[in-house]
T-cell receptor, first 110, second 116 residues
């Protein structure tokens, strides 16, 4: 059972378009992370957000942590085919335990 | 290599057989985690080691699952009397410490287990 709900489950867009992926929970997390996972590989950490209301930018990716620390979003501007992958959010309950969402599969068509 | 290494990459077993999956964490990493990722799902926590001590095994699905890390480095996840529902990708991750600020987990590429 995933405590974090991600939406949409699948997203297919044309190169150059923008996209937003959402991660929601009824639980409060001490921090939340976003990962990208490609087929046959393990998840790779993109960002960690800690403070409610925090916004972090990583090139064309913008991550936001909700004020109540229960939800987060990932926005990609001018998506490229290299952005294709499974995007996972994960929340820390304590110092070590991570709970993952089911992920959003993003496909960017050239 | 510098990353987390898992072997084998693929494992096919018949229902009822025992399997052992190996994880070599990043050298010097104190914490080690095992996750199970079913098709179309995110990883689900199985167990956590700090050095050789298994501090949390709350995610292990049944007593058929057993994990060890006897010398605080390499870890093995063993599944006895495998069943079809055990088919999944098993991911291992390590982190420098369990403490805040140094807890980013580095994942291996996983072992894909298929039970026939």
């Amino acid at each position: 059972t995933q405590l974090l709900e991600q939406s949409p489950q699948f997203l297919s867009i044309q190169e150059g378009e923008n996209l937003t992926v959402y991660c929601n929970s009824s639980s409060v997390f001490s921090s939340l992370q976003w990962y990208r996972q490609e087929p046959g590989e393990g998840p790779v950490l993109l960002v960690t957000v800690v403070t409610g209301g925090e916004v972090k930018k990583l090139k064309r990716l913008t991550f936001q942590f909700g004020d109540a620390r229960k939800d987060s979003s990932l926005h990609i501007t001018a998506a490229q085919p290299g952005d294709t992958g499974l995007y996972l959010c994960a929340g820390h309950h304590n110092d070590y335990k991570l709970s993952f969402g089911a992920g959003t599969t993003v496909t960017v068509r050239a | 290599g510098a990353g987390v290494s898992q072997s084998p990459r693929y494992k096919v077993a018949k229902r009822g057989q025992d399997v052992a999956l190996r994880c070599d964490p990043i050298s010097g990493h104190v914490s080690l985690f095992w996750y199970q990722q079913a098709l179309g799902q995110g990883p689900e926590f199985l167990t956590y080691f700090q050095n050789e001590a298994q501090l949390d095994k709350s995610g292990l699905p049944s007593d058929r699952f057993f994990a060890e890390r006897p010398e605080g480095s390499v870890s093995t996840l063993k599944i006895q009397r495998t069943q079809q529902e055990d088919s999944a990708v098993y991911l291992c991750a390590s982190s420098l410490s369990g403490l805040r600020g140094r807890r980013n987990q580095h994942f291996g590429d996983g072992t894909r287990l298929s039970i026939l």
